[in-house]
C-alpha cells in the first residue's frame, strides 16, 4: 500500500523554525515530483512548494519564497520542508503529496497524500 507520512509539525513562535518531514512506506519517492500544501480553516487548500523527481528543480509559492526550503533524501526515502521566519499566516495544516513525473500547482493532478501535520504560528 502507498503511503506518506508527515512529522515534525508543532506549535512555534513567529519567527521561529520547524521542519517536517514526508516520508514514503510501500513506494520509492524516487520517480515521483513531490509537493507540499497547507490548507488553513475557512480556506482552499494551496501549493506550497514542489521539488522535481531529480530534485534538481524547486518552486515556491510567493508567500514562502525566501523563507521555506524545500529538500530531498533518497537514502531515507523522504522530502522535507524547511521552514524558517515563521508567520502567523503560516499556521494551517500541512500536506505532502506525490505525482508522477512533473511538478503540479494543482492539488487535483496528485495521486497520493499523507495525512496532514498541524503548524501552529503563534505567540
Known amino acids: 500500500q502507498l503511503q506518506l507520512v508527515e512529522s515534525g509539525g508543532g506549535l512555534v513562535q513567529p519567527g521561529g523554525s520547524l521542519r517536517l518531514s514526508c516520508a514514503a512506506s510501500?513506494?520509492?519517492?524516487?520517480?515521483?515530483?513531490i509537493g507540499w500544501f497547507r490548507q488553513a480553516p475557512g480556506k482552499e487548500r494551496e501549493g506550497v512548494s514542489c521539488?522535481?523527481?531529480?530534485?534538481?528543480?524547486?518552486n515556491y509559492a510567493d508567500a514562502v519564497k525566501g523563507r521555506f526550503t524545500i529538500s530531498r533524501d533518497r537514502t531515507k526515502n523522504t522530502v522535507y520542508l524547511q521552514m524558517n521566519s515563521l508567520k502567523a499566516e503560516d499556521t494551517a495544516v500541512y500536506y505532502c503529496?506525490?505525482?508522477?513525473?512533473?511538478?503540479?500547482?494543482?492539488?487535483?493532478?496528485?495521486?497520493?497524500w499523507g495525512q496532514g501535520t498541524q503548524v501552529t504560528v503563534s505567540s
Open positions: 510501500g513506494f520509492t519517492l524516487d520517480y515521483y515530483a
Open positions: 521539488i522535481s523527481v531529480s530534485g534538481d528543480t524547486t
Open positions: 503529496a506525490a505525482k508522477r513525473n512533473w511538478c503540479s500547482t494543482y492539488a487535483r493532478n496528485y495521486d497520493t
